[in-house]
């Protein structure tokens, strides 16, 4: 770990400033008096938000967006470093750190809830900073989405929508630890929750093997008085479970008593990993129940955006997983029951839906409708084998009569309002940009 003493930083400047983890550290700084600035590629309402609380944002890499008085550059890893700004950094010997490094310089002098998996960890992580939040325990948060629950919410936090980060005085900081390039293993756990394991991030990773051998190595930091949470009897997770010294809890024994208002046997799921952790932290049985009882989901993960002028209920998910697309649809369909579904999918990466293309086909089964919208290519560049066609192809391969692809938007939601009813749900879905649809949806006048 570099070392930077963060308390004599008085500049800092975020390369990515709009992905959701460094953007929480970035609201870290500017909360602790700090000057921030930062870029993206794009505008979004992160950066948005960011621009309100006092960051200055440039829109596009340049190395002129790098003052010569910053004292601190933080960056995404998503990144390369052929980007202009890390490389004037280079030049200017400014002390850089990657967002994970971040994460472990903050957990350092924390006693760390660090929520790991490949499916359901900002859940899981929103579940547990709420059960702390309103146990009183003023718990520092870091997690891989928008609260929607704070209470009480984070200082010069957005209006109606909430925080990535929450700014506590006490001892805990529960972290979202994402495995992408082995993030997760800068971080300090006390406590590490494993979701799930799957075959997610094969692009970094190549194989399960690879992804089941990172995860081992970050329960492997955990001392002999730490503590494991996982279901320890899946295949995925026995060979994990054996590379930690510290005490393993299954989750599972957990009883599901709850009463949750987000749908869905993998939210049960992630409400069991929430209470381990409660018990673990004292938090009694009741307050804990209670408080994921009221828990309404992070933005993003099964979101209720509200009706078009027909009545259609219009949701939006951050599913971009084979797995999750099941779970969430399989959700809908039992809260649902018979109604109409129509699944808006924007595929995000072209390895994740070249590699995933057939488990990809088979995870519709729960919708009606399915529009295949154009990939969101993200991080990579344009590969011309992979399109959305030939996803749309092999969902018609497993059976589905409906399946359409659709390139814009703007067509898609004309689709849409011509053809749903108030006895339809909409949910779009997926990790890129399409929850801009659930929003012109839910705002369009027709």
């Known amino acids: 770990m570099k070392n930077v003493d963060l308390s004599k930083i008085k500049k800092v400047h975020f390369v990515g400033i709009g992905g959701i983890g460094v953007s929480a550290i970035a609201r870290m700084m500017l909360l602790e008096g700090k000057k921030v600035s930062g870029s993206d590629s794009a505008e979004s309402l992160i950066t948005k938000e960011l621009r309100k609380l006092g960051a200055k944002i440039f829109l596009g890499h340049n190395a002129d967006n790098v003052a010569d008085k910053v004292?601190?550059?933080?960056?995404?890893?998503?990144?390369?470093?052929?980007?202009?700004?890390?490389?004037?950094?280079?030049?200017?010997?400014?002390?850089?750190?990657?967002?994970?490094?971040?994460?472990?310089?903050?957990?350092?002098?924390?006693?760390?809830?660090?929520?790991?998996?490949?499916?359901?960890?900002?859940?899981?992580?929103?579940?547990?900073?709420?059960?702390?939040?309103?146990?009183?325990?003023?718990?520092?948060?870091?997690?891989?989405?928008?609260?929607?629950?704070?209470?009480?919410?984070?200082?010069?936090?957005?209006?109606?929508?909430?925080?990535?980060?929450?700014?506590?005085?006490?001892?805990?900081?529960?972290?979202?630890?994402?495995?992408?390039?082995?993030?997760?293993?800068?971080?300090?756990?006390?406590?590490?929750?494993?979701?799930?394991?799957?075959?997610?991030?094969?692009d970094y990773y190549g194989n399960l093997k690879n992804v089941k051998k990172a995860f081992g190595e970050f329960a492997s930091k955990l001392d002999k008085d730490g503590f494991l949470v996982c279901d320890s009897s899946n295949d995925n997770l026995k060979e994990v479970v054996k590379k930690t010294k510290a005490k393993i809890i299954d989750y599972t024994k957990i009883p599901t008593n709850f009463s949750l208002k987000i749908p869905g046997e993998h939210n049960i799921k992630n409400a069991q990993a929430a209470m381990v952790v409660a018990e673990l932290l004292g938090v009694g049985e009741k307050e804990a129940l209670a408080s994921l009882n009221k828990f309404s989901g992070p933005w993003r993960r099964f979101e209720y955006k509200g009706k078009t002028k027909k009545g259609v209920l219009v949701y939006d998910d951050y599913g971009h997983h084979p797995t999750e697309i099941k779970a969430t649809l399989r959700g809908a369909r039992e809260f649902?029951?018979?109604?109409?579904?129509?699944?808006?999918?924007?595929?995000?990466?072209?390895?994740?839906?070249?590699?995933?293309?057939?488990?990809?086909?088979?995870?519709?089964?729960?919708?009606?409708?399915?529009?295949?919208?154009?990939?969101?290519?993200?991080?990579?560049?344009?590969?011309?084998?992979?399109?959305?066609?030939?996803?749309?192809?092999?969902?018609?391969?497993?059976?589905?009569?409906?399946?359409?692809?659709?390139?814009?938007?703007?067509?898609?939601?004309?689709?849409?309002?011509?053809?749903?009813?108030?006895?339809?749900?909409?949910?779009?879905?997926?990790?890129?940009?399409?929850?801009?649809?659930?929003?012109?949806?839910?705002?369009?006048?027709?």
Do not use: W
């Open 336 to 446: 649902f029951g018979r109604k109409k579904i129509y699944c808006v999918f924007q595929p995000h990466l072209y390895s994740r839906t070249k590699n995933h293309l057939i488990e990809f086909g088979a995870s519709f089964e729960d919708a009606d409708v399915i529009v295949v919208a154009t990939i969101y290519a993200a991080r990579e560049k344009d590969d011309k084998s992979i399109n959305s066609q030939m996803l749309a192809g092999e969902i018609k391969r497993n059976g589905k009569k409906e399946v359409y692809c659709i390139e814009s938007f703007d067509k898609i939601e004309k689709y849409l309002i011509a053809n749903s009813d108030k006895d339809s749900i909409v949910i779009t879905m997926g990790a890129g940009d399409i929850y801009k649809l659930s929003n012109s949806l839910v705002n369009s006048k027709s």
């Open 71 to 202: 004292d601190l550059i933080v960056y995404t890893p998503a990144v390369d470093f052929e980007n202009p700004e890390l490389k004037k950094g280079k030049k200017l010997n400014i002390p850089t750190l990657s967002y994970p490094e971040m994460l472990g310089l903050i957990s350092k002098n924390k006693y760390t809830i660090a929520v790991s998996g490949a499916h359901g960890k900002t859940t899981t992580t929103a579940m547990i900073a709420k059960i702390l939040i309103d146990a009183k325990y003023n718990p520092t948060i870091i997690v891989g989405s928008l609260l929607k629950d704070q209470n009480p919410p984070t200082p010069k936090a957005s209006a109606g929508r909430g925080s990535n980060f929450v700014a506590g005085k006490g001892d805990y900081f529960v972290v979202e630890a994402c495995e992408y390039k082995k993030s997760f293993l800068n971080i300090n756990p006390k406590i590490i929750v494993i979701t799930n394991i799957d075959n997610d991030h094969l």
